[in-house]
């Protein structure tokens, strides 16, 4: 399911205060790039008031750090909002814990704000693997013409060139899979997507700068 429509149906949920938990369709970190607006790496400062007249949504005060995605929707981030309630995937970051840094994924919501929650991807920066934050700088960029489809339970498999299969949930029953924390789907010169650990984007990039 695509990331936006998964982040405004939670928003749908959460005005109706439905009582169904958090749920998440499976979605590969390069593919919550692909399909949110801004990425950044920032310090969350504060926890501020609650917004709208139903109160639904909460906002924190960040400090960005870095900014991986969305230089063409805003120059900063100083916002984020989410839900009130983990139970409709809320984000709630730690703030009794004197390391703030986060990998913060999500969709514009106003002037120098985005919306973000559980289902983007977005967690403390020292939880990203040292693979995942090398993608950050360009192969999970290069790879957005790529499709990645989970595979849940066989029999499943790929039926277009632009598609690399994720089985990582066939092979750990809890925890993040190799193709989660090491890889990105990027295509190859022969025009098909597969998994590649970041060498042939870093190649294609060396081959470009000695043109």
């Known amino acids: 399911m695509n990331v936006k429509v998964l982040a405004i149906l939670v928003v749908v949920l959460s005005i109706g205060r439905l009582s169904h938990a958090c749920s998440c369709?499976?979605?590969?970190p390069q593919t919550t790039f692909c399909s949110s607006d801004v990425v950044i790496r920032g310090k969350i400062l504060e926890r501020r008031q609650q917004e709208g007249d139903s109160g639904h949504l909460i906002s924190y005060k960040v400090k960005q750090i870095k900014m991986f995605?969305?230089?063409?929707?805003?120059?900063?981030?100083?916002?984020?909002?989410?839900?009130?309630?983990?139970?409709?995937?809320?984000?709630?970051?730690?703030?009794?814990?004197?390391?703030?840094?986060?990998?913060?994924?999500?969709?514009?919501?106003?002037?120098?704000?985005?919306?973000?929650?559980?289902?983007?991807?977005?967690?403390?920066?020292?939880?990203?693997?040292?693979?995942q934050k090398v993608a950050l700088l360009g192969s999970y960029?290069?790879?957005?013409?790529?499709?990645?489809?989970?595979?849940?339970?066989?029999?499943?498999?790929v039926t277009e060139i632009n598609q690399c299969l994720w089985t990582d949930s066939l092979l750990r029953r809890r925890g993040a899979g190799p193709q989660e924390q090491r890889l990105s789907c990027f295509k190859q010169t022969n025009g098909y997507c597969k998994w590649d650990s970041g060498k042939s984007y870093r190649k294609s990039q060396l081959l470009r700068g000695n043109e």
């Not at 369709?25 to 590969?28: E, I, K, T």
């Not at 805003?74 to 840094?101: K, W």
């Not at 290069?142 to 498999?157: D, K, L, R």
Request: hydrophobic share 30%; glycine share 4%.
């Open 69 to 131: 995605k969305g230089f063409d929707v805003m120059a900063e981030v100083e916002n984020i909002y989410t839900s009130d309630s983990q139970s409709l995937c809320g984000f709630e970051p730690d703030l009794q814990n004197q390391d703030r840094d986060y990998y913060l994924v999500g969709n514009v919501h106003n002037n120098k704000s985005i919306y973000t929650n559980l289902c983007f991807f977005s967690k403390p920066w020292k939880e990203l693997t040292s693979s």
């Open 25 to 28: 369709a499976p979605a590969h």
């Open 141 to 157: 960029a290069a790879g957005c013409e790529c499709e990645i489809i989970p595979c849940v339970f066989m029999p499943c498999s």
